[in-house]
């Protein structure tokens, strides 16, 4: 494991409940810093402060704090397929029009539960360049959209899936980093977008 891959990989994994437990107080302390004061707030002596824990017992999990942010970021996105299989599996037995409806809303679940923090994080995971996995997240979100898709005969639905992806995330990111936070609206207009390009009523 070379030094950069190594400086994002948890040093160990918790598996007594204790050490879980001390992990999950060390990821949410660095999320409430991230959501407060950003990455340049974010050092480890102040993710052991706010967590209750040394230092020392922060690098027994953690070799840096690039390996925290890229924790986080990897919740994050399980998270976000998880949202999907839940809009999957909502949709089935629907029409395409409800399908849009479950899948719109799960794209932006992540932004409705913590959006300072989901801002911050698709920040940091452009800066530490997790390629690998972030093209499985996306291979994944992209297989579950296109069998929605091929179940409701659209055409060519691999081709269909990836515009339907870049077009929602660049909808989405813009409206992110100009502050938007009014996601009913974003999602009235993420919703019209997408049913437009698929020619169906919005």
């Given at each position: 494991m070379n030094a950069s891959k190594s400086r994002l990989?948890?040093?160990?994994t918790p598996r007594q409940e204790r050490s879980a437990a001390t992990c999950a107080a060390i990821l949410e302390a660095a999320a409430r810093i991230l959501?407060?004061?950003?990455?340049?707030?974010?050092?480890t002596n102040h993710v052991a402060m706010l967590a209750g824990v040394s230092v020392g017992t922060l690098y027994q999990y953690f070799p840096a704090k690039e390996a925290i942010l890229a924790e986080l970021v990897r919740q994050m996105r399980q998270e976000m397929l998880a949202d999907f299989v839940g809009?999957?599996?909502?949709?089935?037995?629907?029409?395409?029009?409800?399908?849009?409806?479950?899948?719109?809303?799960?794209?932006?679940?992540?932004?409705?539960?913590r959006p300072a923090l989901a801002q911050a994080l698709e920040h940091e995971?452009?800066?530490l360049k997790l390629d690998?996995?972030?093209?499985?997240?996306?291979?994944?979100m992209r297989d579950l959209i296109v069998g929605v898709l091929r179940d409701h005969g659209v055409d060519q639905p691999e081709r269909t899936?990836?515009?339907?992806?870049?077009l929602s995330r660049g909808i989405v990111d813009a409206a992110v980093r100009a502050g938007e936070s009014d996601f009913d609206d974003l999602q009235a207009r993420l919703r019209r977008a997408v049913a437009g390009y698929l020619g169906i009523l919005a």
């Amino acid at each position: 494991m070379n030094a950069s891959k190594s400086r994002l990989t948890p040093r160990k994994t918790p598996r007594q409940e204790r050490s879980a437990a001390t992990c999950a107080a060390i990821l949410e302390a660095a999320a409430r810093i991230l959501e407060t004061s950003g990455s340049a707030g974010l050092t480890t002596n102040h993710v052991a402060m706010l967590a209750g824990v040394s230092v020392g017992t922060l690098y027994q999990y953690f070799p840096a704090k690039e390996a925290i942010l890229a924790e986080l970021v990897r919740q994050m996105r399980q998270e976000m397929l998880a949202d999907f299989v839940g809009a999957v599996r909502e949709a089935e037995g629907k029409g395409l029009t409800q399908a849009v409806d479950a899948m719109v809303s799960a794209s932006l679940c992540h932004h409705l539960r913590r959006p300072a923090l989901a801002q911050a994080l698709e920040h940091e995971e452009l800066e530490l360049k997790l390629d690998k996995e972030t093209v499985q997240l996306k291979a994944d979100m992209r297989d579950l959209i296109v069998g929605v898709l091929r179940d409701h005969g659209v055409d060519q639905p691999e081709r269909t899936a990836f515009d339907l992806m870049s077009l929602s995330r660049g909808i989405v990111d813009a409206a992110v980093r100009a502050g938007e936070s009014d996601f009913d609206d974003l999602q009235a207009r993420l919703r019209r977008a997408v049913a437009g390009y698929l020619g169906i009523l919005a």
